[in-house]
């Protein structure tokens, strides 16, 4: 029953001469063979599983079935990878571990030698003779990477002739302006790159083209400077006919005419096709079009590793929501990339794969014909609590252009392509290239972020400001310092950095260095019960010694009539979930954890989470003082089972699909307001406020809640997260309406 994310190809299925035919008892395998030209048809399917794995199961004859898993190997699971589209294997799976299969087992005693253009040339015992069950069937992991020409799991495309597209700049300043937005396009194929006769060429071919390459319009060219060009040029056409909708994602999906005679002459009357395109707001070449250019207000994309990728969230009123993923695809991607100032969308990705999203779903079954300017002005239905949950979230991956980014920094020594010391390419003052190293003074998450960002290593796990435990290179010398990200940057030289170097530790060993890695996690923190458990309590001096210790009290606590007299504290609970796609771990190891006698248990992070009062203005008026946490999953979502646990020294950490529940009742759980006058306050939880361990997105971190404290009693009402609302809608937070009430106890 779980058909949601299912990756789908389609290939070829050749005619051969003669058909073999395989008693059940048999056990030999033979080349298979068929009747007459099939279609096959492949996908992934089960659950629990990512997007690059799942069950195997073919389309042959009308019906969808399994493979099983006797004398599977990995060399089978290369063929199928590259059937459904992924550069190669990475493992396989047996005994039905994705679930069970329904229908028929196609094919048992596959034997590939891992070279074969299809599974329908392998050894085997035939087409639909098997003596397995269900129980048997095959799964297969994918590496994460498209074969070129693939450009989706949502798209089918047979047998590719156009991999690669270019936009060949011609005017001197324009190979040297990034990005190239205009010149001649290019398709590669095993002889070379070679153009397309402009023929019959339309602005839907155009619109295509740029929407590859990362822009969201195109717009006229000049065409006689260019007839100008050609004639001096020798081309070589290799297509000389191009018909797209302008709905495509690829210029192989659009039909196409291949030249195989004379290329020089295959031409007449035309010349090279020349696109010219608009780019986004993101990527705009001055200050004046970026501003005139500007982002939409309705729409944006949370929790992905690099500019373009995302959960895909609308505003609808003035609140921030999901989009559920049933008939998510390509035509609904792409217009949600060109609607960002994006360009086509390069993957459609269903089942929550850049993290879940929090509050409302907005649209269900969204339908694009792919020609709409806007999400809202397509087909959807309106979502009701049976529909789907935030594990359905919709999420895209769209083309952007090419800056030429990771040409400027690298990471070396490390165990792993995502691990090592980072050295920046720099000019010297005589004009002359080389690398350097960073301080790493300073050096945290923010900048380690847009590192992995820039190299297209997912996200930042860890920044390090020392790498003497890393094989060194040949660089020493520190040529940047100072370096201060907000980690929103798309390159490090965006940053804040020294005009002049300044590092007290100028050794190689102290030179920054990152952590890159393909999954995060995601900490939210749960507004509405923060708002339901709120209340006052005045509690006894004498009860509060252990919190004194820990220094859980305002300083004036420090000057009471102890055991005498009582603090006034306000109390809640903090839920804080892990919606992202990895283990929240904190930063410092075991050997480093503090043991605290008050608690019985040892604590891994000093600082975890924020609670501030402030006044309206933002000015903070009193604010916890929780010195130091244990993370562990309290309880977990249906399906997910705990892994942390702080008693016996336990592992510490929160899992995806769990949350860690700081009860409202335990020690430190509070703010001191003793010396807190009557009047309107906000509340505040930070989580993680420190970027001390890398997540997903930061932006869910805060919580804000409207208070009113009359002295004697406390109203808290609008608790919700920082960014779940508009813009508009934030200005307008000390005018919402609404009130809890809760009493003094």
């Known amino acids: 029953f779980f058909f949601f994310g299912i990756t789908l190809v389609t290939l070829l299925h050749k005619p051969t001469l003669k058909q073999h035919v395989f008693l059940r008892s048999s056990p030999t395998p033979t080349p298979q063979t068929a009747e007459g030209p099939e279609t096959l048809k492949f996908r992934l399917s089960g659950f629990p599983r990512k ?15 399994t493979i099983c898993d006797d004398d599977f190997s990995l060399a089978n699971a290369h063929v199928l990878c590259r059937q459904l589209g992924f550069v190669s294997a ?19 005693n596959v034997q590939c030698s891992g070279s074969e253009r299809s599974v329908s040339v392998c050894k085997s015992r035939g087409w639909g003779n098997s003596d397995c069950t269900h129980d048997e069937d095959a799964g297969v992991i994918c590496k994460d990477e498209r074969l070129l020409g693939y450009v989706d799991s949502n798209v089918q495309v047979d047998e590719n002739k156009v991999e690669e597209v270019r936009l060949r ?16 396009v290019e398709v590669k194929n095993k002889d070379g790159w070679a153009q397309i006769c402009d023929n019959g060429w339309t602005p839907k071919n155009s619109h295509v083209v740029c929407g590859m390459m990362g822009f969201p319009h195109e717009k006229k060219v000049n065409k006689n400077f260019y007839k100008l060009y050609a004639e001096r040029q020798k081309n070589h056409f290799l297509v000389h006919s191009v018909a797209c909708s302008g709905t495509e994602v690829h210029l192989a999906a659009c039909p196409l005419e291949f030249n195989y005679g004379n290329a020089t002459e ?24 970026r501003k005139k250019l500007k982002m939409p207000s309705t729409i944006r994309l949370k929790g992905g590793a690099k500019y373009g990728e995302g959960r895909v969230e609308v505003l609808k009123g003035s609140e921030w929501g999901t989009i559920c993923d049933d008939r998510w ?3 609904s991607a792409n217009v949600v990339c060109r609607e960002l100032g994006f360009g086509s969308a ?44 935030h594990t359905e979230d919709a999420s895209v991956r769209c083309n952007v252009p090419y800056m030429g980014y990771e040409k400027t920094v690298r990471i070396l020594g490390g165990r792993t392509r995502y691990e090592g010391r980072v050295e920046v390419l720099y000019t010297e003052t005589n004009g002359t290239l080389r690398w350097g190293l960073i301080c790493g003074e300073g050096w945290g998450t923010e900048e380690a972020m847009v590192v992995c960002r820039q190299l297209g290593l997912g996200y930042a796990n860890h920044g390090l400001q020392e790498t003497w435990y890393w094989d060194s290179s040949n660089v020493t010398e520190m040529v940047m ?38 999954t995060a996690s995601d ?36 000057k009471a009539n102890w055991p005498y007299g009582h603090r006034r504290l306000l109390r809640f609970s903090s839920q804080i979930h892990n919606i992202g796609r990895a283990d929240f771990r904190p930063k410092a190891g075991r050997h480093s954890w503090v043991w605290h006698a008050c608690h019985g248990h040892y604590h891994s992070m000093d600082i975890f989470t924020h609670y501030d009062l402030m006044s309206a203005n933002g000015t903070k008026v009193a604010e916890g003082h929780k010195a130091s946490f244990c993370l562990e999953d309290t309880d977990c979502d249906e399906g997910v089972s705990k892994r942390y646990e702080c008693a016996n020294f336990g592992e510490q950490g929160i899992t995806v699909g769990c949350w860690d529940l700081y009860r409202h009742d335990i020690d430190c759980q509070w703010i001191d307001i003793t010396d807190v006058k009557p009047g309107n306050y906000i509340l505040q939880v930070v989580i993680n406020p420190n970027y001390e361990v890398a997540e997903s997105d930061f932006t869910n971190n805060a919580m804000k809640c409207n208070c009113k404290y009359d002295g004697h009693r406390i109203w808290v009402h609008n608790c919700h997260i920082g960014d779940a609302f508009s813009e508009e809608a934030e200005k307008k937070f000390e005018k919402y309406p609404g009130q809890l009430n809760n009493q003094i106890s």
């Open 346 to 389: 390069k993957e459609a990705l269903t089942g929550a794969r850049m993290g879940q999203g929090l509050g409302p779903i907005h649209m269900n079954e969204v339908q694009c014909t792919g020609h709409e300017r806007s999400l809202w002005n397509c087909r959807y239905k309106n979502i009701t609590a049976e529909d789907c949950k």
């Open 90 to 108: 990475t493992g396989w799976t047996h005994s039905a571990k994705y679930g069970k299969g329904t229908g028929k087992i196609w094919l048992d």
């Open 51 to 65: 997007h690059n794995e799942g069950r195997i199961e073919v389309f042959y004859k009308g019906e969808w079935g």
């Open 523 to 558: 900490l939210v923190l749960n507004a509405p019960l923060v708002q339901q458990t709120t209340y006052i309590e005045d509690r006894p001096l004498h009860m509060l010694y252990c919190a004194a210790e820990e220094d859980c009290l305002s300083k004036s606590a420090a």
């Open 169 to 184: 700049p011609v005017f001197t300043i324009a190979t040297k302006r990034m990005p190239v937005t205009e010149g001649v």
């Open 266 to 289: 295959s031409c007449p009357g035309g010349m090279p096709a020349v696109v010219s395109c608009v780019p986004g707001p993101l990527y705009a070449q001055s200050t004046a079009m």
């Open 481 to 518: 310092s100072g370096v201060k990200c907000t980690g929103d940057e798309m390159s490090l030289n965006q940053c804040q950095h020294h005009r002049t170097i300044s590092c007290q530790k100028a050794a190689a060993r102290f030179s920054a260095g990152v952590i890159c890695s393909e």
């Open 329 to 331: 695809n390509l035509l």
